[in-house]
C-alpha cells in the first residue's frame, strides 16, 4: 500500500495545493491513503469542522491536528463527530475527541495515532512516550499496520520517540514546524521515520506567514499582524510503501511537488 502523509496544511494556498496534486494522485493511482495534518489550514490556525470536511472530501483519509487543535470553538464541539479527524493522544483524557483512529481499507485495518511533545512546547500535557507504550499495549496491542504523528518542536524529542517506537510501529513522523527534514529512513528495526514532513503552502514565506510582519517583528519586538503568505505553494510530506500483511514499511521518501501552474 501506498501511504502519503502530508504535512500542515497553511490556510488557503495550502488547501488548494492540497485539493489539487491529492486529487492528481489519488487519480493515477499513485497513492492509496492519505493522512493530512490540517491544525493551520483556516488562515494559518486551527480548522472549523467545516474546512475539515472539505479537506477529507479532497483526499484525506485521516486529518490530525496538533497545538492548534482547538482554536476554532467549533471544533471544541465537532470533532467528537468525525472519527476521521484525531487530536493529540496525550492531551488530558477530558479533552473531546480521540488520539487515535482505526481505519478499514482493502488491505486490512490501517491505525493513524498522534502525540504532542513537551521540549519547548506544552510541558504540561502527558507524556508522549508513555502515552503511545500504552496505548500500544493496550487498545491497539493486536493492530500490524500503525502510523504514528509526533508535532513537536525539539529535533530530539521526535527522534527519541521514533527510536522509542522503533520495531512496534510502521512508521513515526514528524509535523509543527514547518520545515522539511532531509532524513527520511528506515530504523534498524524496521519502523519508517522522518523527523518532520515540512509544510504544504507557500514557500516564499516565513512557516508559511508574508515575510515582512515577520521580519518586523523580530527587529522591533512590536506586535505584527502574520498574514498567510500566497506565493510558491508546495505540498511536502513522505510517500511510504508499506507491506500490510506485516505493517512493515518497505521504503519512505521525502516529498515537495509544486502544483499544475495551467
Not at 41 to 51: D, F, Q, Y
Request: charged letters at 25%; one cysteine or more; hydrophobic letters at 40%.
Amino acid at each position: 500500500m501506498k501511504v502519503l502523509w502530508v504535512g500542515d496544511i497553511v490556510g488557503k494556498p495550502g488547501r488548494q495545493t492540497f485539493t489539487q496534486i491529492v486529487g492528481e494522485l489519488r487519480e493515477s493511482g499513485a497513492v492509496d491513503f492519505v493522512i493530512a495534518n490540517g491544525e493551520n489550514a483556516a488562515a494559518g490556525r486551527g480548522p472549523t469542522p467545516e474546512l475539515a470536511q472539505a479537506i477529507l472530501a479532497a483526499g484525506a483519509d485521516v486529518i490530525i491536528l496538533g497545538d492548534h487543535s482547538w482554536d476554532s470553538k467549533e471544533m471544541v464541539a465537532g470533532i467528537d463527530l468525525e472519527e476521521r479527524v484525531i487530536r493529540p493522544a496525550n492531551f488530558p483524557k477530558e479533552a473531546p475527541g480521540k488520539g487515535w483512529v482505526r481505519v478499514e481499507t482493502p488491505e486490512g485495518p490501517l491505525v493513524v495515532m498522534q502525540l504532542i511533545g513537551r521540549v519547548f512546547m506544552q510541558p504540561h500535557q502527558g507524556c508522549p512516550f508513555t502515552t503511545a507504550d500504552r496505548l500500544l499495549k493496550g487498545e491497539l496491542a493486536n493492530d500490524r499496520a500503525i502510523f504514528v504523528d509526533i508535532h513537536a518542536e525539539a529535533t530530539s524529542e521526535k527522534m527519541a520517540f521514533g527510536r522509542f517506537l522503533d520495531g512496534r510501529v510502521t512508521s513515526v513522523t514528524g509535523t509543527h514546524t514547518h520545515c522539511q527534514t532531509s532524513d527520511a529512513r528506515i530504523f534498524p528495526k524496521g519502523t519508517a521515520f522522518m523527523t518532520d514532513l515540512g509544510m504544504t503552502g507557500p514557500q516564499d514565506s516565513v512557516l508559511g506567514r508574508q515575510v515582512e510582519p515577520v521580519i518586523g517583528k523580530f527587529i522591533t519586538g512590536l506586535p505584527h499582524r502574520f498574514d498567510v503568505a500566497t506565493g510558491d505553494p508546495a505540498l511536502e510530506g513522505a510517500l511510504l510503501d508499506v507491506d500490510m500483511a506485516t505493517g512493515r514499511a518497505r521504503s519512505i521518501e521525502a516529498l515537495r511537488l509544486y502544483p499544475n501552474s495551467e
